[in-house]
Structure formats: C-alpha cells, structure tokens
C-alpha cells in the first residue's frame, strides 16, 4: 500500500502542473487581457520592492523553468520585442501563469484523501514551494512592465534609455 501511496504523490504533482498549464495554454488571450482581482497589483506589493528586497526575485527567477514552451504556450524567459505590443503581450502570459499556478497550488488538497497527516504536511509544504516562486516571479515581472508602460519617457514603442540616431535604435 505504501509504494503505491509514494507512487501516486510522486506522480500527482507532475499531471497536475501539466494538465493544467497544458489547459490554461489553451484559454483565449482574452481571459488575461485585463487584471482580475486575483492579478490585480496590491498595495503592499509597494510597486514591486518587496519582491526586489525581500524575495530576491531577480535572483531567484533565473532558477525557475519555464513550462509553458514545452506545451505549445509563450515563453516568459525572454521578452521578444521591446514594443508596446510585446510587453503588453508579456504581461498577459504573466497573468495567464500567474492564475494557473495558483489553481496548481489549490490542488493541494486532493492529497488529504490518501495520504496520512506528516504527507499531508509534506504535500502541502511542496505545493507551496513548487508555486509560490512562480507566482511572485509573475507578478514581479507584470509589476516592472507596468511601470515601464506607464513610463513618461516611453515613446515611439521603445524601452526608455535607448536613442534614436538617424532612424536606428542605439
């Protein structure tokens, strides 16, 4: 009974972070168009300094994988254009991965049913580890491109610090 328990944990997790990457991939651009409630930033995110000091975003995002090119979806290792269009892009898919690891770590629960207390303990200490980097890493991200977006200095659809010198960016 036990190996068959171990068995189950082990290979939960993995069909529950595929199965619904691979579902919300699907979902139309749409749905993650605007902030939900769920997105939306909150005060105490302080316009993103907690997650610069206190977290070690930047850091600790280089260590993260990035799931959602294996299945069909957008990377969010890399921002391909420094235009409006892309960065507006970009901050889509961080919402659209934001909410999919919060529904990933939601799952949490289904592993009470078999598993004793200290597994169930062991679970949940995992579904925390496994998503919550991820979803400070998204909104970390979504938090910078906002206020780039919102930049006084962003014209012309490009990144502020770039010239133009004889209609080429430098």
Known sequence: MIPLIVTVNVLGWPVIH???AWLFI??????FAEDSWLTRQRDIERSGLHYRTTFAVQRMKRLLPDG???LGGRS???IKGRNSAELNTFMLETRRAEVAHWCMLLCTPVFYFWNPGWA???MTVYG???????????RANRIKIMRILQDSS???DRIPGRRQ???KRI
């Open 18 to 20: 595929v199965v619904l």
């Open 154 to 156: 962003f014209r012309n």
């Open 120 to 122: 169930c303990v062991v």
């Open 26 to 31: 699907r979902l139309p651009d749409e749905c």
């Open 128 to 138: 925390i580890a496994a998503n919550i980097p991820c979803i400070l890493a998204q």
């Open 165 to 167: 010198v004889g209609g």
């Open 76 to 78: 969010k290792t890399k």
């Open 68 to 70: 959602a090119p294996w």
